[in-house]
Nanobody
C-alpha cells in the first residue's frame, strides 16, 4: 500500500522559513514526478512545485523564487523549502506523486495518483 506522509508544518511568523518533508512508502518513486500543492480555506487546490525524476523543477508563480523543491531518492523523500513566508502562504500543504514512471512534472493536480494527508502551514503577520 502506497503512503505519502508529510511533516514539518506549523506556525511561523511572516518572513520566516519552514521545510516540509514527504516520505513515501509502499513503492519507490525514484523514476516518478512528485509535487506539492496547497489549499487554503474556501479556495481551490493550488499548484506549488513539482520535481521530475531527473531533478528538473517547476514552480507556481506565487512561490517562484521563494520556495525550493528537492528530492532524496535514497530516502524516497521529497522536500519543500519555504522562505520569505507571508500570510498568503497559509494553507494545508499536500505532497503528491505520479504513478507513471519517467513522468513529467505537472501543475495539474489531476495528473497525480497518490496524495498525502496534508500538513498545516500557518503564517502570522
Amino acid at each position: 500500500q502506497v503512503q505519502l506522509v508529510e511533516s514539518g508544518g506549523g506556525l511561523v511568523q511572516a518572513g520566516g522559513s519552514l521545510r516540509l518533508s514527504c516520505v513515501a512508502s509502499g513503492r519507490t518513486f525514484i523514476t516518478n514526478a512528485m509535487g506539492w500543492f496547497r489549499q487554503a480555506p474556501g479556495k481551490d487546490r493550488e499548484f506549488v512545485a513539482t520535481i521530475k525524476w531527473s531533478g528538473t523543477t517547476y514552480y507556481g508563480d506565487s512561490v517562484n523564487g521563494r520556495f525550493a523543491i528537492s528530492r532524496e531518492n535514497a530516502k524516497n523523500t521529497v522536500y519543500l523549502q519555504m522562505n520569505s513566508l507571508n500570510a498568503e502562504d497559509t494553507a494545508v500543504y499536500y505532497c503528491a506523486a505520479r504513478k507513471e514512471r519517467y513522468s513529467r512534472g505537472s501543475s495539474d493536480h489531476r495528473d497525480y495518483d497518490y496524495w498525502g494527508q496534508g500538513t498545516q502551514v500557518t503564517v502570522s503577520s
